[in-house]
């Protein structure tokens, strides 16, 4: 049996459940008739267990049969009869975005917001996020509208002050760079953080964002199971307030990018609409165990969409709209990369580019010291460390000031110095 058709088959085997199950108890309960089944939560855009999805769909005035709440009960029946369900998918493959956000509405009990939230795209379905009324107690300017743009948004939490002041003294004023030698039309940065509870946090980033200026804040609470909304948040920000740049690259703070190579990038493929680019996430499984281990509640198939890795990845100018109307229609997973240039490219209809050849977007365990041939390979790179950020800097300095050349050898072993811009190759991702 195909993966559709055992996916359908569960679905119609939970609806008879359901079904058998509810007419059992009405018969059983004649006072039914009087339970108040609370509000579902108004807010569909925080991940939640299924447990405490489940147990937040019934918040409510219950009544009470003897020892047991009515409202209790439901909630075990629908809790014992999804972890069934997400067993009997364990040995099948992702059914495609369809079926999942069928799934994840029926496991949630997500309500449409469409009488609340006007669509950005209609013909992608039912609103299930509102993701176009985040507030920004920090902000920045918009953006200008010039040719030849890239904005560079780096995920940063909260208390990583220390991290963003080493990107701030390193690839960052090579970016600057960028902007008055004329590589790039417009060369935007900004870190993107949420909220902290700690006080002496907040007005330290207050603070922070006075002095530098390069400070998005998002009014939501900022750890990991939430950065999928908080890409959705700074989606919204770029929609409202830069929707005409050409390139947005998403980074992580542990991250160093390469700016010039960037800037070739962006010369090169401008005319690339509705695309991401980046390095696969491979294997494209589910892991099970260890830190970042899935549960078969939160995701029971045995397979991903394919998709790119989030440390860095660039998103066209193009698909920033697309994207954001897939994430209103699509049912949110803590995954950031997986969800956005998986599963809401796959809704949104994006392609998705991947490094080939010998050069790409991102790179990740390479010698901590680069040499000149490896640097013209990378757009960007995993640090693991301050130090490596820092040597990151010093070397790609002495590259671009000719202190260090590339030499390739040939056939006959002579020595040539490479000083041409390096080239981008990709081949494109077919989604599973």
């Known amino acids: ?172 004023k090579h970016l600057k760079a960028a902007n008055e030698d004329g590589l790039l039309g417009m060369a935007r940065s900004s870190f993107l953080v949420g909220m902290s509870n700690d006080t002496l946090i907040q007005k330290q980033i207050q603070e922070e964002s006075e002095t530098y200026g390069d400070i998005i804040q998002v009014d939501m609470p900022d750890f990991y199971e939430n950065l999928s909304l908080k890409m959705a948040a700074f989606l919204n920000w770029l929609y409202v307030n830069c929707a005409n740049v050409d390139f947005v690259l998403k980074v992580d703070d542990d991250v160093y990018v390469n700016v010039r190579n960037l800037a070739q990038f962006v010369q090169s493929y401008r005319q690339f609409n509705h695309s991401i680019f980046g390095v696969p996430s491979v294997p494209f499984t589910p892991d099970r165990d260890g830190k970042w281990k899935v549960t078969y509640q939160e995701w029971p198939w045995n397979t991903y969409p394919s998709y790119l890795g989030g440390p860095a990845y660039l998103l066209h100018g193009s698909a920033i709209r697309p994207l954001l109307a897939a994430c209103q229609t699509t049912p949110m997973v803590s995954l950031e990369d997986l969800y956005w240039t998986g599963i809401c490219a796959e809704k949104a209809d994006v392609n998705i580019y991947f490094s080939s050849n010998s050069t790409t977007v991102f790179g990740q365990h390479l010698p901590t010291v680069l040499d000149p041939c490896d640097q013209r390979r990378h757009i960007a790179w995993l640090t693991e460390s301050v130090d490596h950020m820092n040597i990151s800097h010093v070397t790609t300095d002495e590259y671009y000031y000719n202190h260090a050349q590339c030499v390739r050898s040939d056939s006959n072993g002579r020595g040539t110095i490479t000083n041409e811009p390096p080239n981008f190759y990709f081949d494109i991702l077919f989604k599973t």
């Open 1 to 172: 049996m195909d993966t559709k058709s055992c996916f359908g088959s569960a679905v119609l085997l939970f609806a008879t459940a359901a079904c058998v199950i509810y007419i059992v108890y009405f018969i059983q309960q004649a006072d039914i008739t009087s339970l108040q089944i609370g509000r579902l939560p108004k807010t569909n855009c925080e991940n939640k267990p299924l447990e405490e999805a489940s147990n937040t769909s019934f918040q409510s005035k219950q009544t009470s049969e003897g020892n047991v709440s009515v409202g209790q009960l439901n909630v075990t029946i629908k809790r014992d009869f999804f972890n069934y369900m997400a067993a009997s998918l364990r040995n099948t493959e992702y059914p495609g975005v369809e079926n999942y956000t069928q799934y994840m509405v029926a496991r949630d009990g997500l309500l449409p917001l469409t009488n609340k939230v006007k669509p950005l795209k209609p013909e992608f379905g039912t609103v299930l996020n509102d993701v176009l009324s985040f507030r920004y107690p920090i902000n920045i300017d918009p953006c200008q509208d010039v040719n030849q743009s890239v904005f560079v948004a780096t995920l940063s939490a909260p208390r990583n002050f220390f991290k963003r002041d080493i990107i701030r003294q390193t690839w960052r």
